[in-house]
């Protein structure tokens, strides 16, 4: 069964903290986000060995399982927007409709250790593209289709705040 779709845009978060997880992206030296991003697969790779992994605890909430599938989805799609940051000007993203990539990827149903091992290789390879940016690379620029522009810096404030919520969302 879907779940009602998340409307919001959550752009803000790079600026302040975020008032239902706790998370202040302004606050993070994207430096120190590979680091995050590996303790942040990790915790996962716990999360996808509960009991309860396939339910859900509501029917508007995701179960720990859809949640890290979703995850998996966020460490492939910002990758390859780092990517095309760090090798093109100004390139502009392509729409990721997450919802539709949910029931599509029918998360409810996959199976959870490879999900797992799925989730630490993608986030691996995003934390290892970042733990390579330097200097005026942090400065390059990205943007939505809807005109928000990101830098590497905060789109990976963006990105880190995504994944640290998606464990909030699952009581890590």
Not at 5 to 13: I, L
Not at 41 to 48: D, E, F, I, N
């Amino acid at each position: 069964m879907p779940i009602t779709p998340d409307t919001k845009d959550w752009t803000w978060v790079v600026d302040r903290r975020c008032p239902e997880c706790g998370f202040d992206a302004a606050e993070l030296d994207a430096e120190d986000a590979p680091d995050l991003v590996r303790a942040n697969a990790a915790t996962w790779l716990r999360v996808l060995q509960r009991p309860d992994v396939r339910q859900r605890p509501d029917e508007a909430t995701w179960s720990p399982l859809e949640y890290a599938a979703h995850v998996l989805d966020v460490h492939q799609v910002f990758g390859r927007r780092f990517d095309l940051m760090l090798a093109e000007d100004d390139p502009e993203f392509e729409n990721w409709d997450q919802d539709r990539a949910a029931a599509l990827g029918r998360y409810g149903e996959r199976d959870p250790e490879q999900v797992g091992v799925d989730l630490a290789t993608g986030a691996e390879a995003v934390a290892s593209t970042l733990g390579a940016v330097a200097g005026a690379q942090w400065k390059r620029q990205g943007r939505r289709s809807n005109g928000s522009v990101f830098t590497v810096a905060s789109l990976t404030r963006y990105y880190v705040h995504d994944l640290q919520h998606h464990l909030w969302d699952v009581d890590a």
